[in-house]
């Protein structure tokens, strides 16, 4: 009793026919169908070279498209002279000429002998996988597909969509129920003669030849039929990308390999040299005996897929440059912008980075230069403090910060005197913390040494950017979440919404309550400053309500007292 | 994308055929070996003038990667580079007096040479101070890259320009030759990058860098653009149109990936900047023939005089090709 191979081959001849003497030399009796498509006298040539083998056999070539009859018409007519020709065959096992045996044949050979009546072929009904791919999953067995995906998608894809839209659907053949799976499977005697003689072929292969993908359903629907035991799994390992092409292994997959511990793996790169030489060799130098299971080697190769379909949440590069709403994120990180804060706090930065333990920086979208925390000219990642290059592209720059300084916190200053290019991305952003003290702008003003006249123009000016800004933070797009207080309105109790903030940047930190409080400016006489504007008929409204009689810090001259808030 | 658009780009593309065809009668063969080439190859073309210190390392670097031949011009060299390729047995050279400004930087003649021998090759655009870097070059070599392009139905695979610099003056550390230049040159600014979108051919403009750090911070539209595409499966109808940053058919652009996910792509590390940079910049400010009448050599020289430095706290040594993708330079996208 052995295992007879059958093996499809497509290209790299060469490799085939090392393999092939790799099989054959450890017993088993090999029929190989080569592709139609591969030239007379490359073929001959192949023929001949394997011609000293006494157990290899050629089937009658097909032409073997993705996806089309033709691969199964292959394995059909190579098993079937399979069968004939070797009596002693008690499993089938059907590989490429890009399989590599990972383990020892003689492995295989007695893995399968204690296994009799056990059928390997990975087989399930549509409803339950998600495998497929385009979207096709059980419209495979229900629609015609005579177009070739590879060369007309055009066609193909409006051939479906019409079916669609006029509701044809075929018969599926009466007693099968469609189940798919991977295309390389290891077959017993019974089994795979069953399918192959039974009454109903034609009516089965004429059906099964306008399926989409047949060699991933044919045998998979039909050895449900006849098979004694099943085990719904391939004994190759076969991984695929999001395309449904298989990946490709290569030298540095060695190590991964050989730890996969099944018995053949697909697809291998022709000039894996190394591959080739590690496994092609005899049971001394091969590797111990494990059963099956490659599901190790899965993790690497959803990476892959999910890199290549979802990418990295923020990182903004050569071959990542999402539209808009498909950013999966705007940036890669949270971060904090304060707005107003640092205008009625006299030491705000130095008291914040001190309370969170974050990176806090100065106002970044100033006019004069980005203010990196501790004065610096250049930050993380190399990004200059320049101005110029920062106004250049404002939202490279916010993206390049949070990108690089990955694993740490960034919280920084915003205002109306600011670069307001980036309004929408960071109210847009879910990543982004956002907590206004709208008015307090107007600090600075209070406390600044100009001309009234100038002091009233300037107002007039950063009230009307602000309230664009608040505009654009209250609209229904936004996706941050968003604070906003009147400067009247957070005076009255300061350390409550400080507290919300700094609990929400980093709670581990601050399970004591904040133990110091920043100081803020001294706002004696502010009330009559805003009065003065209103007076000028510039009537400052987002710092909410100051009366002018009363001052804020009441009483006069009784400076506050630093408190604890628990 | 309306018919009128597309016509006029069939157009421009022809334009730049035909400028190949009229520049390509000042190319002079010196060494032709293109006889030797098979099919399937992978072929290097590059545009020279004066980089015979480079080239032993250069031509090495790229054989060891896998590449077949060689395809160079060389433009009036005077220090030797010329009987050095010419004695290459995998090179084909070709000499050239004219104008590399008006053979637009090189393009028309590369695109010459490309369309008469590197139809149906792979085709690696590269000059002699650029290494390319590819995902897991350190293990396979290029054609296993190709191979899965191939396999993938991807046509092209960009690779930023990455500016690398030594650590202190440019011309503290000699370079030697056959030496590796990323061992003096180092360094490179790891997340300043900018880029947008160039609508009208669909590819990206991406600046930033070293360059844009130092050369141009109040003035960041006039800082060269990093974006390359410098290995495109070659078809005859193909052209690059302005450097390698970009080309017609204006599908060959899109190698990056819009819906969120990271396509693959590789890095070209750009050892421009070594102690022969101070006298090429020099040179190139008096022949004016370089982009924009040399703007960006005039800018080098004058700010190199004052502060011969690039290296700043926040740069990042080069270790391999898995550091830039950790930092996000390039990406193995689905190739696994």
Known sequence: MSVGIVMLVHTALGRAEQVARHWSAAGCPLVIHADVSVPRQTYNAFVKALSDLPNVQFSKRHRCEWGTWGLVAASQAASQLMLDSFPDVRHVYLASGSCLPLRPVEELIDYLENRPHTDFIESATTADVPWTIGGLDSERFTLRFPFSWRKHRYLFDKYVSIQRALGMKRRIPGGIVPHMGSQWWCLTRQTLSAILSDPERATFDRYFSKVWIPDE?????????????????????????????????????????????????????????????????????????????????????????????????????????????????????????????????????????????????????????????????????????????????????????????????????????????????????????????????????????????????????????????????????????????????????????????????????????????????????????????????????????????????????????????? | MSIVQSYRMRLQRKHAKARAFRKHFSLRPVVDRTGHIKPGQILLFSTLRDEHIRLPYFLNYYRDMGVDHFLIVDNDSTDGSGDYLADQPDVSLWHTRASYKRARYGVDWLNWLQASYGHGHWTLVVDPDELFVYPFCDTRPIRALTDWLDGSNVRSFGAMLLDMYPKGRLDAVPYRRGQDPIEIASWFDPGNYMISKNRKYGNLWIQGGPRARVFFPESPKKAPALNKIPLVKWNRRNTYISSTHMLLPRGLNLVYDEWGGETASGVLLHAKFLDTFTHKAKEEMQRKQHYRASLEYKAYVENLRETPDLWCKWSEKYINWRQLEILGLMSKGNWA
Request: proline content about 6%; some cysteine.
């Open chain 1, 217 to 566: 359903s044919y045998f998979q629907t039909l050895a449900r039929q006849y098979s004694r035991q099943i085990e719904s799994r391939s004994l190759t390992l076969s991984k695929f990308d999001y395309q449904g092409k298989p990946h490709i292994f290569y030298d540095d997959h060695l190590q991964l390999l050989r730890r996969s511990d099944c018995f053949v793996a697909r697809k291998i790169w022709p000039h894996a040299n190394r591959l080739y030489d590690a496994f092609l060799t005899d049971a001394a130098h091969a590797m111990k005996k494990t059963e099956p299971n490659p599901g190790k080697i899965d993790r690497i190769f959803a990476k892959a897929v999910e890199r290549r379909t979802r990418g990295r949440p923020g990182l903004y590069m050569q071959s990542r440059f999402p539209v808009e709403t498909r950013e999966n994120g705007l940036t890669s990180a949270q971060y904090s912008v304060f707005q107003g804060f640092s205008a009625l706090f006299e030491n705000f930065e130095s008291w914040l980075a001190r309370a969170t333990g974050t990176r806090v920086h100065g106002h970044l979208f100033a006019p004069e230069r980005a203010e990196f925390c501790d004065g610096q000219t250049v930050m993380n990642g190399a990004l200059s403090d320049s101005a110029a290059l920062r106004d250049y592209n404002p939202r490279a720059f916010l993206a390049s910060l949070i990108w690089n300084t990955r694993g740490e916190r960034q919280c920084f200053q915003f205002g109306p005197r600011d670069n307001q290019a980036v309004n929408w991305d960071i109210a847009k952003d879910p990543n982004a913390q956002i907590s206004v003290i709208s008015g307090a702008w107007a600090v600075p003003l209070f406390k600044s040494n100009q001309n009234f006249s100038d002091i009233r123009r300037e107002a007039a000016r950063l009230q009307q950017i602000e309230s664009k800004h608040l505009e654009i933070l209250r609209s229904s797009w936004t996706k941050a979440r968003v604070r906003i207080w009147t400067m009247a309105e957070f005076i009255e109790a300061p350390m409550e919404p400080l507290q919300t903030i700094i609990d929400e940047i980093g709670p581990q930190q601050n399970m004591r309550g904040l133990a110091e409080v920043p100081k803020m400016a001294d706002l004696t006489g502010f009330g009559q400053f805003l009065q003065n504007l209103k007076n000028q008929g510039m009537h400052p409204y987002l710092m909410g309500n100051f009366p002018v009689a009363r001052d804020p810090m009441e009483p006069p001259g009784n400076k506050r007292k630093p408190y604890l808030v628990r």
